[in-house]
């Protein structure tokens, strides 16, 4: 009879050929045992592969005891105690024995009920941090698989780049987001005067534990690409780059005047306003009316100069005139 079982399980496998959070903790010998005397009550005929796809239903196929079982690294031998704590005494009650279909699906359900709320209180894992890292302690427990699920990333992050003028101090961290070990090494490597993450470009700067690599002065022949690779028990961890680009502080310079001189002026050449100011559309109308009175007046400044110096012409012209009317009259009175 325990062969007829165990074949009949083998053959509802074949119709859900994924394990589930059942499957991964609990013996075939105790499925055995505890779907024994299941019975159709609808027909009063005992039927044991009708128990697995409950089972199946309950647990393998349930979306809730899926998502309770997604706990950290080291913590499914928690989910295979309290999944065993419920179904175990139910295959000794139920060993030999033969029992309705209504009270498995009312056991069952309680069982799976008491793990989902016990499997959800064990620690969660904090997930994982893109781009990048191997991150071991962001594994999740998969229960359709009976692993756990790495964070699918590539050691390599992305370059980052970094801009400096000749002579600045430099600082590079190799931070990651996510934990790390506590027997880590840090191996800093450049490839000099290139941009690249081929890792054969690379030779070994520094190696230890210092995640922090500084530059007091940085010069042209320091440009190029710093690799920083975490290791852990000779496995690598992650590994991080920045590319350094060195301007040149004449370079520098010239790029420093001409921000100033873009900066001071407006589109159309006009001179950006002062704190203050109105706006350009309220300055032109005063600009007009200032230089049209500075025009003005000194039009007025120069005819008041025009006329003051023909003034003593007339003067002269008018003192002539008189001295001829003297002389005349004088004339006259001579010849009486």
């Known amino acids: 009879m325990c062969k007829q079982v165990l ?20 013996d075939v010998e105790e499925s055995s045992r505890l779907c024994w005397g299941h019975v159709m009550s ?38 295979s105690k309290i999944l065993n704590a419920e179904i175990l005494p139910l ?11 209504y009270v ?15 499997a959800s209180k064990l620690p969660r894992v904090s997930g994982c941090f893109p781009p990048c890292g191997f991150q071991s302690a962001g594994a999740v427990y998969n229960c359709m698989t009976c692993h756990y699920d790495s964070c699918e990333f590539p050691l390599d992050c992305p370059i980052e780049e970094i801009q400096l003028i000749e002579n600045s101090r430099t600082r590079m961290w190799c931070k990651v987001p996510f ?26 700067v520094t190696s230890g534990v210092d995640r922090l690599f500084s530059i007091p002065s940085v010069r042209l022949q320091h440009q190029g ?14 590994r991080l780059y920045y590319y350094l680009a060195v301007i040149p502080q004449v370079v520098a310079g010239h790029i420093a005047l001409q921000e100033i001189f873009e900066q001071s002026l407006l589109p159309g050449g006009q001179l950006v306003p002062g704190p203050g100011s109105s706006p350009p559309s309220l300055q032109l109308p005063m600009l007009l009316t200032a ?12 005819l008041g100069a025009l006329y ?29």
Not at 228 to 235: A, D, V, W
Request: charged share 25%.
């Open 7 to 26: 074949w009949i399980m083998c053959v509802s496998l074949l119709f859900c050929p994924s394990l589930g959070c059942y499957q991964c903790f609990v």
């Open 42 to 79: 609808d027909v009063e005929v005992r039927n044991v592969d009708r128990c697995f796809f409950m089972l199946d239903r309950k647990f393998n196929n349930n979306i809730k005891v899926i998502e309770a079982a997604k706990v950290g690294r080291g913590y499914d031998q928690q989910l």
């Open 91 to 101: 295959a000794k009650e139920f060993d030999m024995k033969q029992n309705y279909d």
């Open 104 to 118: 498995y699906e009312k056991r069952l359900q309680t069982a799976a009920d008491n793990f989902i709320a016990a």
């Open 179 to 204: 934990d790390l070990p506590a027997d880590i090494e840090v191996i800093w490597r450049v490839a000099k005067q290139m941009k690249t993450q081929q890792i054969d470009q690379f030779a070994d």
């Open 225 to 238: 690409t710093y690799q920083c690779e975490i290791l852990s028990g000779g496995r690598s961890i992650v």
């Open 291 to 302: 230089c049209l009175t500075t025009s003005l007046l000194l039009l007025f400044l120069s």
């Open 308 to 336: 003051l110096s023909s003034t003593p012409e007339q003067t002269s012209s008018l003192e002539e005139t008189d001295r001829d009317e003297d002389l005349g009259v004088a004339t006259e009175h001579g010849e009486q």
